[in-house]
């Protein structure tokens, strides 16, 4: 019988540590809030994830070009994008306890839950992004910033990329890499962190086009994630309202995941006009305009963003996955994944330990050929399919006595716990379409 599974933050928070996904960092000096480290399964489950969105977008009809600018910013930049004057949020401090919170994440009217009193400041802004500096002057001018987005490296180098790489408007850059944003409270484990990963993606067209390529980047971006597995029906696009707008945006949708803590952005899509451009054009004193053929004058691209962090796609697809379930005698753990997902495709596990020489060579052939497999020949058979479902390992595949013979070894499903007989030679295809699929 199959039950209806509670997933709490708690339970993937405590699967995260326990199977080796995420940990926090330096855990055994107590951590620092807001920052993680990821563990074996986590580094391999995350670089499926980038894959993922890299392949989404090479599937698709346009240019798009990769790159991989630095993370260290200096003032100039980060003043003409807009940030040193507006990235931040708004902060209210319990004068009581001098606990500090995200104004809109407290109800002004009620105690603070820290000390229990009702003595609250004036809010106030708070910048988010981190500072520090270069070299061993103090000077203003070796100020640099840790980027709290990745998209400005892609509008200063646009005219390094259209001058070195014949790309033709439109066209996207879309880049993977980490951002740092000093959050007043971080919260709900990967949700909101200070150093965290983005997948990001700018679309430079004309402005006549911006508005039909919104609405196709829309439908785009929902599509991926239910093509990786996420349940369609705990997504849902939401346009922003005019108050809600960043300081760069002319139009905003979230895509949005229902969580266990409510219905949350989990990607944000953004007609940025020709903002960013414009800005850094501006600032910088260079061109940044491509020149129209067909009208023979030239014109500032705008730009729709995509842009979704790593880790929260991750911790959504680990909470799309967890299911518990209820067998005779045991509660089940099963990880859900897709396989392009799941950390591990397939584990490769002997009766006995006697029995392993055919799956070890198997483990090396898939692992050079990047398909990762988990070798495990000891305990009871149960006991290593339990795991496996634990860390959403899509197959098992078991060699015993009668395999020596005919040379056919067991499949094991983790969905359906159902179990049929394949060849020892199909193994490698019977992973690789289901990588496919
Ligand atoms: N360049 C646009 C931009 O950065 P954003 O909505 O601030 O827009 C984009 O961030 C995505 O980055 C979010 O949808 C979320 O997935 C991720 N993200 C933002 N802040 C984050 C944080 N503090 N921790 C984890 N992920 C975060």
């Known amino acids: 019988m199959v039950a209806e599974t509670v997933v709490t933050l708690e339970k993937i928070t405590a699967l995260c540590k326990r199977r080796g996904f995420i940990f926090q960092t330096a855990d055994i000096y107590n951590g620092l809030n807001g920052v993680y480290d990821s563990g074996p399964l986590g580094t391999l489950m995350k670089e499926n994830i980038r894959q993922a969105w890299k392949q989404s977008l090479r ?56 000390c229990g009193k009702k003595d609250w400041s004036e ?57 740092f944003r000093n959050e007043i409270t971080p919260k709900q484990f990967l949700f909101r962190m200070r150093e965290f990963e983005q997948m990001e993606m700018e679309f430079f067209c004309k402005h006549e086009d911006a508005q039909n390529l919104f609405e196709f980047w829309r439908t785009e971006r929902l599509n991926f994630f239910s093509h990786i597995g996420i349940t369609p029906e705990k997504l849902r696009l939401r346009a922003h309202e005019q108050t809600e707008l960043s300081h760069y945006s002319s139009a905003t949708s979230d ?4 969580f266990p803590f409510g219905w949350k952005e989990l990607e944000g899509i953004a007609h940025r006009g020709n903002y960013d451009l414009s800005q850094h054009s501006k600032f910088s004193g260079k061109e940044l305009a491509v020149f129209d053929d067909a009208t023979k004058s030239s014109y500032v691209p705008d730009v729709v963003e995509c842009s979704v962090g790593v880790d929260r796609l991750f911790l959504t697809l680990l ?43 198997l483990a090396r052939e898939l692992r050079m050929q990047g398909i990762e497999v988990q070798f495990d020949s000891s305990g009871s058979i149960g006991k290593r399919y339990r795991r ?11 060699y015993d006595y009668q395999s020596a013979e005919d040379q056919s070894v067991t499949v094991r499903h983790r969905d359906s716990m159902q179990q049929e007989r394949i060849a020892f030679d199909q193994i490698q295809n019977y992973i690789k379409q289901a990588l496919l699929a």
């Open 59 to 114: 599937a698709l009809p346009y240019d798009i070009l990769f790159v991989d600018g630095a993370i260290l910013g200096n003032e100039a930049m980060w003043r003409a994008s807009g940030h040193i004057e507006n990235f931040h949020d708004p902060l209210v401090e319990c004068k009581a306890c001098n606990a500090r919170f995200r104004t809109d994440d407290v109800d002004l009217n009620k105690a603070c839950t820290r």
């Open 123 to 179: 809010s106030r802004e708070f910048h988010m992004m981190f500072k520090t500096q270069l070299g061993a002057s103090v000077e203003q001018a070796s100020a640099a910033y840790l980027r709290p987005e990745t998209a400005q490296s892609i509008f200063v180098n646009f005219k390094n990329i259209i001058s070195s790489s014949r790309v033709k408007i439109p066209f996207g850059v879309a880049q993977i890499g980490k951002a």
């Open 255 to 258: 895509v949005e995941y229902e």
């Open 319 to 361: 909470f799309d996955a967890y299911s518990e379930e209820q067998l005779e005698k045991e509660t089940r753990t099963v990880l859900r994944l897709h396989p392009r997902i799941a950390p591990v495709k397939a584990a490769l596990l002997p009766l006995v330990d006697s029995l392993g020489e055919p799956f070890r060579q």
């Open 388 to 398: 496996q479902d634990e860390i959403g390992t899509p197959f098992c595949f078991t």
